[in-house]
């Protein structure tokens, strides 16, 4: 019987299948963020490309199991700080669902996948893949711990998407949707970080000792900067660099996503996973796709000439 017992007992360590523990550590979530590499096929007006669309289809496949390698290396730096996380702390490697040992087996195996892979897609993407691979290394070791530097690092993680999703398909993106991209990513970066601090009060210098650097009021501030900043930029990016001026009608769908993204933050506590709110919201979500497709028809009625 006291066999029988530690055995039942034994097995409800571990509740949770192995693999849904590995694919919890790869974060499928943060993966929305990946779909940046589909800007360059919508916006060069090649979306209907088949060949193109391929390629930009596996270059997002290639960045998903590349930013889940990295997100390992992340966990298995940062696994002390997850366990006083209120959050982190259920993570597979934090909890211990998987040893580290096993994590650094699957990280190499993605890894050496990923870069195979982006090597077939062309040397320009692989370039982009091993800077971003690199940012994101360099991120968790050094850059999230300076103030400022740390937020612009993730913007700049954002940057490297889009600019990968175009090289992959021998498109040049337009220097405004970089700035575009850049400016939005700063915005969830700086949201992020003041929802980290809104929550983690105390404890949060433990978890991410860069917060100590920040306050409310000053994140506030920057965030209305970057936020007006946002909306200009796509505004001018739409009348100047867009090949038809009605673009335009595309404006009040991203005044009303930040509008609706700073409303959650606000009053509704729920800056502090990005992904989440994308995957969450309602009304954001129905925004989004009404801002894909009024920019797909706008653009590819253009293409035809009927507009």
């Known amino acids: 019987m006291k066999g029988a017992v530690g055995s039942n007992t034994l097995k409800q360590v571990r509740p949770v299948p192995e693999w849904i523990a590995v694919l919890a550590m790869l974060r499928p979530k943060q993966w929305t963020k990946n779909l940046l590499l589909f800007a360059g096929l919508v916006f060069s007006q090649n979306l209907f490309n088949t060949p193109l669309l391929l390629k930009t289809v596996l270059a997002f496949g290639v960045f998903c199991l590349l930013s889940g390698s990295v997100y390992i290396l992340n966990d298995i730096h940062d696994l002390a700080e997850d366990r006083k996380h209120y959050k982190k702390r259920s993570r597979p490697l934090a909890s211990g669902r998987l040893g580290v040992r096993e994590a650094l087996v699957i990280f190499f195996i993605l890894a050496v996948i990923s870069f195979y892979l982006a ?3 062309g040397i320009p993407f692989l370039a982009a893949a091993v800077l971003y691979f690199l940012l994101v290394f360099s991120y968790s070791l050094w850059f999230k711990h300076i103030v400022i530097i740390d937020v612009f690092a993730v913007a700049v993680g954002f940057l490297l998407r889009a600019v990968a999703g175009g090289v992959v398909i021998g498109v040049r993106i337009s220097p405004w949707l970089l700035i575009c991209t850049l400016l939005l990513a700063l915005f969830l970066a700086l949201t992020k970080r003041r929802h980290e601090y809104m929550v983690m009060e105390n ?3 433990e ?7 920040y306050s409310v009021a000053y994140l506030d501030q920057l965030v209305s900067i ?7 930029a796509y505004s001018l990016y739409t009348f100047t660099a867009s090949s038809t001026e009605y673009l335009m009608l595309s404006i009040p769908f991203v005044i009303y996503g930040i509008f609706r993204y700073l409303f959650l933050v606000h009053k509704r506590e729920m800056g502090g996973s990005p992904e989440d709110v994308l ?13 894909v497709a009024v920019c797909v028809v706008i653009l590819y009625l253009d293409r035809r000439g009927i507009i």
């Open 279 to 291: 995957l969450k919201d309602k009304p954001l979500i129905v925004n989004i796709i009404l801002w």
């Open 119 to 121: 090597f077939n897609l």
């Open 207 to 213: 978890h991410r000792r860069v917060l100590a650097d």
């Open 226 to 232: 970057v936020t007006a900043s946002t909306i200009m």
């Open 203 to 205: 404890n949060g210098k």
